[in-house]
């Protein structure tokens, strides 16, 4: 039997105001534990809600760029549950009249259909003790620090159908999100976390199985990871004409395994009623045309714009719009002059190196678009080599500068005169008799062994057009 996988994914995005969504609790990461924490957020009797305004208007940012609809009328929804981790014994969410409704994420040509996007407030935290925390725990200690904080939570359709788009439709969910700047992204603090409900179904069939959400995954590659083993274990299942309980279950990195949780709820486990402290929320049209005017141009929009306008591939295009901040620099430079692809490829070759190394973002880096525009001019020009240029942008990056005083203060200027350049093919065409006598007898490739010894004369700085120009003169003619 061939199973098809169905597969739908629910994201929690922190937003970044910087206050709690109910309370005026900070909501900065790595305080101590319960540190930020108030009678609000973590439910004393007596106390009542706010409504943060911020965390609404970046709902509305993201339903936007998610191609939602923004309900004129939304409400608060109590949803009752008991956890240690949950101290009023209700989250206070959204439930049938959400914010944004009926969105899409286009990946790879394919539309992703997303049913919502709800505000809400997170739980609290669970630190247990352990090896992995998640076995052998002898106890579990509560930090409520997380209490209140601004979630939009994006749920997908199921219309994902393999490990591979389920980590693509993430990878640019969050691209979105961090450009509208209204979440970082950050895997690792938990403010970007995801869900998987992953059934199988026959082949060809659209009657949906039974599904299982699956939790604990802090990766795009888990993620991959996760789903792929669980639609392994549900086919194992199948094929032996078993059963599939519907459950959550948590993903282990240590044996690259689902494993049971708990029994999945149903909506009617929650008991949802509205929320009584807080009252609907009117979304005027006027305040959805002054948040979409100040949206930024997002991801696709700017690939598009990068391959189609500037003739640039779509890997390149796909690297810078990676993160914002990379591709409004990009068009910074180019607005200044500079050719997009040259500007491309001095941003994905050293730039990129630089960062892996240095384990840094490029917005702490001290490059500046004039930096990079002057770079590109003097190479251009002649007056820089690309071999001189590679330690150059580094220097820039980590320390900034300017570039012509840079160039001429280091002796880094290219050598274009021909007088000194063809005396080094002299002299290394003197002491290389026999690699003369053998490029003569038809061994061309030693062409680039007199090639390298000229710029190594001329320690990097001599204009390889003019080393060519004399190499074509002055080498003997081959007998092949």
Known sequence: MTWEPVIGLEVHAQLKTKTKIFCGCPTEFGMGPNEQICPVCIGMPGVLPVLNKQAVEFGIRAGLALNCHIAEQCHFDRKNYFYPDLPKGYQISQYEHPICERGHLEINGKKIRITRAHLEEDAGKLVHSGADGLHGSDYSLADYNRSSMPLLEIVSEPDISSPEEAANYLIELRRILRYVEVCDGNLEEGSFRCDANVSLRKLGTTELGTRAEIKNMNSFQAVKNAIQSEIERQSALLDKGERIVQETRLWNEGDRKTHPMRSKEHAHDYRYFPEPDLMPLAISREWVKEV??????????????????????????????????????????????????????WLKGPTMAYLKEAKIEFAETKLTPENLHALCAAVTSGKLGSTAAKPLIVELLKDGGDVNK?????????????????????????????????????????????????????????????????????????LS
Do not use: H
């Open 292 to 345: 979409e005017k100040n949206l930024p141009e997002l991801p696709e929009q700017r690939r598009k714009r990068y391959t189609e306008s500037l003739g640039l591939s779509n890997e390149d295009a796909g690297i810078l719009t990676e993160a914002k901040d990379l591709s409004d620099f990009f068009d910074q430079t180019i607005k200044l002059g500079a050719p997009a692809s040259d500007a491309c490829n």
């Open 406 to 478: 840079l160039i001429d203060s280091k002796g880094l200027a290219q050598v274009s005169d021909e007088g000194p350049i063809r005396a080094m093919v002299e002299a290394v065409m003197a002491r290389s008799t026999q690699q003369l006598e053998d490029y003569k007898n038809g061994k061309v490739k030693l062409r680039q062994y007199f090639f390298g010894e000229v710029m190594k004369a001329a320690k990097g700085k001599a204009n390889p057009t003019v080393i060519n120009k004399l190499l074509d003169e002055m080498l003997p003619e081959t």
